[in-house]
């Protein structure tokens, strides 16, 4: 009869019940960490796991309504455009507390006027962090209330129209603006930046409204700019450092062509004395060219380690700014040459710049890297002149357009001479990344 009596559970000490529910008992900092590490739809989720969790998130300081923190299961576009308008309409409603990082980035969210209402509201607040982007629909017009988020530091605008009012005086906290796919005008962009002092990060991809990129920035450490424009024009930056352009066109590049004895490329670095990196993609080496191309800059980049630079090899103007730019950069460390073939080469392209290679050492040169290149003369000259005047080399990698002629190309390069005892050629067949 004993082997039959029922086992009884054991007995659970009172101490570890009372472990059970150290999670509720936890500092806030901690809970704000771990709320604020969890997308949206996670951290409202632990408002089960004790009474004392049922209200944490709504406390969070951290807003992101994105596809990954607000998932909706539907098919019906109104269906899905309604559901996230109610979640975030929820969230802000039931929210307490300062919000200092807003996010909103949903790709089934159109500019909507209940954005509207949303940043009126954010405006009354602290948020030092806004981030919108609209991915559908027509460029969304930022209304008014936009304006007034005087606490912000960094402000990220996709696909937005701006129009600031003429109260606008900018803003005067921010350290990072990431404009990408905007409208707005000529006056308003420049207005913008000279307007806040303490800009360290500027961003600017694919604008529209305005041509003349006029950079009034004594803080600015960081930019990086892609689009169509006519000019770039820097004033007061000299703590720029990094600097990556972009142009993606070359309609109009003739019209900057009557700047004399200057140029272009004197005007574009004079402004620019500790630059440390640059990239220079697309066609604004065409645009440096312009007006003129000096031997060397008179003023030399002396802590300018990282040079990228997209080139037409078959320009021979083009060639003169590359070389005009190793001459200006004593102390370069890092050279990427990215070829840049075009189907009409320049009057003067038939002209080999051989002979203005000469004394050009590159005493610090470590690392060479060149791609889409396709065997033609002026671009093999270029790589014997860099082989031969890098004492310092340690590697050059080299990776054609395509596979044609690969071998002959391959074979070229091993009979250049070479300053450097160490240099190491790496040639990619085209495949190989």
């Known amino acids: 009869m004993d082997n039959m009596k029922q086992r009884e559970p054991p007995k659970v000490p009172s101490c570890v019940g009372m472990e059970v529910d150290k999670i509720s008992n936890l500092p806030e900092h901690i809970i704000d ?12 989720r632990t408002s089960i796991l004790s009474s004392k969790w049922r209200f944490k998130w709504v406390t969070l300081p951290h807003l992101v309504f994105e596809n990954q923190s607000v998932l909706i299961s539907a098919q019906d576009q109104t269906i ?38 949303w940043i009126l509201f954010l405006s009354r607040g602290f948020v030092k962090e806004f981030i919108l982007e609209i991915w559908k629909g027509h460029r969304y017009k930022l209304p008014s209330s936009m304006y007034s988020f005087q606490k912000l530091i960094h402000l990220e605008l996709f696909n937005c129209l701006l ?10 906290s921010l ?9 707005m005008d000529q006056g308003a962009f420049e207005d913008m930046v000279s307007n806040c002092p303490l800009l360290e990060r500027l961003t600017l991809m694919n604008f529209d409204g305005f041509t003349h990129l006029k950079i009034h920035a004594p803080n600015l450490v960081f930019f990086d700019v892609g689009g169509v424009f006519e000019e770039v024009d820097f004033h007061d930056t000299i703590n720029l450092a ?4 972009g142009l993606y066109s070359n309609t109009g590049s003739d019209r900057n062509m009557a700047f004399g004895c200057t140029g272009n490329l004197i005007k574009f670095f004079a ?12 066609f604004f080496l065409k645009y440096l060219a312009a007006g003129g191309v000096p031997v060397k800059l008179p003023t030399p980049c002396i802590v300018l380690t990282f040079l990228s630079i997209r080139v037409n090899f078959n320009d021979m103007e083009e060639d003169l700014a590359a070389l005009c730019l190793l001459r200006s950069c004593p102390n370069l460390q890092e050279l990427e040459l990215f070829a840049r073939s075009e189907e009409h080469a320049t009057m003067r392209s038939v002209s080999n710049t051989v002979e203005n290679y000469q004394c050009l050492p590159l005493n610090q040169l470590r690392l060479v890297k060149i791609v889409g290149i396709s065997g033609i003369k002026q671009e093999l000259s270029f790589i014997n002149f860099l082989l031969a005047n890098s004492p310092v080399l340690e590697k050059m990698t080299v990776k054609p357009a395509s596979m044609e002629g690969g071998m002959e190309m391959a ?12 240099a190491e050629i790496i040639y990619l067949d085209g495949v190989q990344d």
């Open 242 to 245: 990094i600097v990556s352009i």
């Open 271 to 282: 402004n620019l004395p500790r630059i440390q990196r640059l990239e220079v993609q697309n």
């Open 80 to 117: 899905i455009k309604n559901k996230l308008v109610s979640v975030i309409d929820h969230v802000l409603l039931l929210h307490t507390g300062p919000i200092y990082r807003f996010k909103l980035s949903h790709r089934d969210l159109q500019g909507v006027s209940d954005v509207d209402r």
């Open 33 to 44: 960490n771990i709320l604020s590490s969890l997308p949206l739809r996670d951290a409202v």
């Open 175 to 183: 350290k990072s603006l990431d404009l990408q796919h905007i409208t």
């Open 163 to 172: 129009k600031p009012p003429y109260t606008f005086n900018g803003f005067k």
């Open 411 to 422: 074979k070229e390069l091993l009979r250049f001479r070479r300053a450097s005892s160490q």
